[in-house]
Structures are given as structure tokens and as C-alpha cells.
């Protein structure tokens, strides 16, 4: 499978949005999933999942996405000016889960596959994607497993992919007008194709399928901790950076839509309550201080 296979990839995603609803549907344990069809004007379409209100997922979403056209957006060409005047499909599974309880992480991830085609040349193609984990309380357990997953992902190609993958999210998933992560990381990966089509392949599909084995097992354990106003308070001030990222410095969000995509599919990553206070900032010494003194730094969090 060295040539390029669009149908291939487009299967494995329809299969992933699959399991990964499966999985979430266990963790939360009484609600499920709706799916909302949509056709793209432009060409191409989708099917978004959607749970609200469950016993532990207060709003999660796993989109499926495929989308074609003529012209790529302003958001692809700008760092890619030998993409202009080429046709375009891109296609992937994108994921938000926001829990009711503050102690259960907000988790988010993405895989996706990128192809512009021209008559008479080679098509431009690449993977993209990742996960990353949003505590609002730290858990030093849940880093190490979660980060060990991210690992073992990784492992099988090439020992230095998982510090390169790990250091790209870091840098990534971070709000700039702030200084500061939007969580404790994970992977993040874009324009991978030097493995070539097959090999790349096979890495974008390792960690999609890493995610509901090293998330879900998180939710199982804090889904029942004990929590009140106080910690509710904060992960709702805290969502606010969520959403600050999302809409400001998120490419998926940009490309979605520039590129003519489904507002409300794209914008189901928000969470259903959010607060923002002026110039809020947490007390010394407490649970919601140490969010900041000691998690929102990028950590080696396999030897920590």
C-alpha cells in the first residue's frame, strides 16, 4: 500500500468514530451518542455524535469529516503557496469530551488526513493529528499513564518520535496572549509523510486508536470523587482558556470554517457552561494554585 489510498484511510476513521463512541459510551454508562448527518455545499460531508448531559459526560463530541473542493482556504495556502490551484480533500475524526465532574480532565483528540491533487503531478499529501489531556485538578498518575500511552504509540516508529511528538504539542497548545499550556499535554503531529504513504499511515492510526485506552481508564478513576461549588467554580473559569484556544489559534477550527464547513459541527469542541472572571487568579497554597505552580509547566512527566 505505497501509492496513496483515500478509500483505506476514509474506512479506518468511519471505524475509529465508531469505537471511540463505543468506549465513551461505557465510561459515562447511561447516555449515548446522537448522530446528525450534513452535506457540505462545497462538496463532501460528515456525521457528528453528540452527547449531552450524561451521568459523567456533561457534552462530548466525535465528529467525522470529509470535505472536497476546488480551492483550497486562506488557512492551508498561506504556509503552502504550491498548494494554490490544486483540488483538495481532507478528511479526519475530531473529538471533545467536557465531564461534569471538575476531577475528571477534559480530553481532546485528532486524526486527520490532508490530500491536494493536481493533473500531471504528484499529489501533495499528510497526516496530522494527536491528543492532549485539560486537568483542572492535577493528578501526577493520571500525567504518567497518560503520557505512557502517548509512548507507546510512538514506540514502534522510531525512538525519538514520541519527545518530538510530546514537544510539538507543548508548544503547541499554548495560549500566547496568556503564556501559559492549555493542559498537560500529549502528542501533536502535522505534514507527516517522510515515512511514506503506508508507514504513515500506520503511525496516524497507532495513536488514534492509543486514545479511549488511555483516557477512558482516567474517567473510571475520578468520575466519583467527591466535589462542590468551589471546584465546579474553577472548571468553569478554567474552560474559558479552552475556548479562548479553540477559537483563536486552533488550525482545525480555522480550516473548518474557512473552508465553508458545518458551523455547528465544528464548533460542538465548546463546552456547554464557561466563565470568565476579570483578572481571577487562584489563592496560594490551595488545590487550584497548584493547576498552575505545578501541571501547566511542560514536564517530563515519565520521570517526574
Not at 459523567?56 to 504556509?79: C, M, Q, R, W, Y
Not at 483542572?136 to 504518567?144: A, I, P, Q
Not at 499535554?185 to 485506552?213: K, R, V
Request: aromatic share 14%.
Amino acid at each position: 500500500m505505497s501509492a496513496v489510498d483515500i478509500p483505506a484511510v476514509k474506512e479506518y476513521l468511519l471505524d475509529l468514530q465508531n469505537r471511540i463512541c463505543a468506549a465513551l459510551e461505557v465510561a459515562d454508562g447511561t447516555a449515548s451518542f446522537r448522530e446528525d448527518s450534513w452535506d457540505r455545499e462545497g462538496g463532501g460531508g460528515g456525521r457528528t455524535r453528540v452527547m449531552e448531559s450524561g451521568a459523567v459526560i456533561e457534552k462530548g463530541g466525535v465528529n467525522f469529516s470529509h470535505v472536497f473542493g476546488d480551492k483550497l482556504p486562506g488557512s492551508a495556502t498561506a504556509h503552502r503557496p504550491e498548494l494554490a490551484g490544486r483540488t483538495f480533500q481532507a478528511m479526519g475524526v475530531s473529538l471533545v469530551i467536557h465531564p461534569h465532574n471538575p476531577y475528571v480532565p477534559t480530553s481532546h483528540a485528532n486524526v486527520r488526513f490532508f490530500v491536494a491533487e493536481k493533473e500531471g503531478e504528484e499529489p501533495v499529501w499528510w497526516f496530522g493529528g494527536g491528543f492532549d489531556l485539560t486537568p483542572y485538578y492535577g493528578n501526577k498518575e493520571d500525567c504518567r499513564a497518560w503520557h505512557q500511552a502517548a509512548k507507546d504509540a510512538c514506540d514502534p516508529f522510531g525512538d525519538d518520535v514520541y519527545a518530538r511528538y510530546k514537544k510539538w504539542c507543548d508548544e503547541y497548545f499554548h495560549l500566547k496572549h496568556r503564556d501559559e499550556p492549555r493542559g498537560v499535554g500529549g502528542l501533536f503531529f502535522d505534514d507527516l509523510n517522510e515515512l511514506g504513504f503506508e508507514q504513515s499511515f500506520a503511525l496516524m492510526q497507532s495513536i488514534g486508536d492509543a486514545f479511549a485506552p488511555a483516557y477512558c481508564p482516567i474517567v473510571e478513576q475520578r468520575k466519583d470523587t467527591p466535589y462542590g461549588e468551589r471546584q465546579r467554580d474553577f472548571q468553569l473559569h478554567r474552560r474559558g482558556r479552552y475556548v479562548e484556544f479553540n477559537l483563536v489559534f486552533d488550525r482545525g477550527t480555522l480550516f473548518g470554517l474557512q473552508s465553508g464547513g458545518r458551523t455547528e459541527s465544528i464548533l460542538m469542541s465548546l463546552p456547554p457552561e464557561v466563565r470568565w472572571g476579570y483578572d481571577w487568579k487562584p489563592e496560594p497554597g490551595t488545590e487550584e494554585s497548584e493547576l498552575y505552580d505545578v501541571y501547566l509547566k511542560p514536564t517530563e512527566w515519565l520521570e517526574a
